[in-house]
């Protein structure tokens, strides 16, 4: 099958491409190496040492044999997007190619107004390619657990059946996001329902959680495979950037009470739900959500266990509160449903000892190139 992976060259995109190409299917990636750029623009260097994305394939295919289709550009780019699709006439394709990260959205009106056209843009001109030239292509869209915020009942798989005034109808499950960059995900959602409701198209709607570790079986292989993963305020993830604090010896810093509590799930768990929503497409005329995250944890919790493997390696990593920079609910119910990629089949990589003790030491490798001084949260929602 051929797969399109749009911001292949990520954190997620390329550890799936990799992991797709070695299953066997036929993978092209399009990325315009906004994240790298960002990353220098700010100066916040990644953990470890990146290829660029052509030497990324052509150490793929020195090792495996197998080739990955490159294209640089920019989705927001209606032209670019359309010649891909013409050439490769993509099956499947995976959106991952956004700007992704919450604090970025809420630096000044820069990062916010791009971080809208970015996201919302690049979606629009997904569809309209895939209308125009690949009209039975099942998108797969990255969408986040973030949409739904923490509301005070439990959380469905995108839908929710109301009954008002004696009558029933199913709706979007309510979304309240936490941040601009959630929010354009929310209207990500409701512009693939309009589409999939007007042109029929066949959509996965993602709802993932916060996804941690660095590790898969092809970086495994060889480091110079390693993914783009940020420890940074802006762009690290909290579990990821525990795990570098803990190997540089400074404080977990916990934001706030630390009782805010979402779904986590494990880098190789994202490719293997990606795989799942590949090989089950959803119908023509469907918009599928699948909710993403294989166990809910507090960030109390993920301290607590971060400490625990790190002193079985001879780390003894402090806790630290500090004043949340995020405006969000520090204590809160929290009750989502995740039933249909376990109904596909998923068979969870759990947050043990033994997962954040390999995550550990594989950063230990690299320990010389973390910076301390970019870790601490200076974007605040204020
Ligand atoms: N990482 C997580 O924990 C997480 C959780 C939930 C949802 N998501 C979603 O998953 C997707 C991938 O996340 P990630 O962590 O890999 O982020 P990432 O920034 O590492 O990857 C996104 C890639 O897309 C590229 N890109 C961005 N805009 C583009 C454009 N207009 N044209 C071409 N390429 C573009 C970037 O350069 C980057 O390489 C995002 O949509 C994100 O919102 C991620």
Known sequence: ?????????????????????????DVALVDNYFR?????????????????????VALWQQLTGRSIQVTIG????????????????PEAVIDYAEQPSAPYSMLGPREAHFTVR???????????????????????????????????????????????????????????????????????????????????MRVTDLMQGPVYGMITPQIRRDDRLATCTNYDEIFGTVLNRFLVQAVVGMPLTVYGKGQQTRGYLNLIDTIACIRLAIDHPAAAGELRIMNQFT????????????????GQMGLNPTVNHLVNPRKEAEEHYYNPTHNKLTALGLQPHLLTDAVLMEQLAFIQRYRARIRDDIILPRTTWA
């Open 1 to 25: 099958m051929r797969v399109l992976i749009l911001g292949g060259d990520g954190y997620l995109g390329w550890p799936t491409a990799m992991a797709l190409s070695e299953a066997g299917y």
């Open 36 to 56: 790298r750029n960002a990353c220098v623009e700010r100066d916040l260097p990644p953990i470890f040492p990146l290829l660029t994305l052509h030497e990324r």
């Open 74 to 89: 920019d989705i927001t780019n209606f032209d670019l997007l359309e010649r891909v699709f013409q050439t490769f006439k």
């Open 118 to 200: 970015n996201n919302l843009c690049g979606t629009l001109n997904l569809i309209h390619a895939v209308k125009r030239h690949a009209p039975d292509c099942h998108i797969i869209k990255l969408g986040t657990m973030g949409e739904y915020g923490t509301p005070n009942i439990d959380i469905e798989e995108g839908w929710l059946e109301v009954e008002h005034k004696g009558r029933r109808e199913k709706f979007l499950y309510p979304r309240q996001a936490g941040s601009l960059y959630h929010t354009t995900k929310i209207q990500d959602t409701d512009m693939l329902w309009f589409y999939v409701r007007t042109w029929g």
């Open 295 to 310: 166990e809910t944890m507090s960030v109390n919790e993920i301290a607590a266990r971060v400490c625990q493997a790190a």
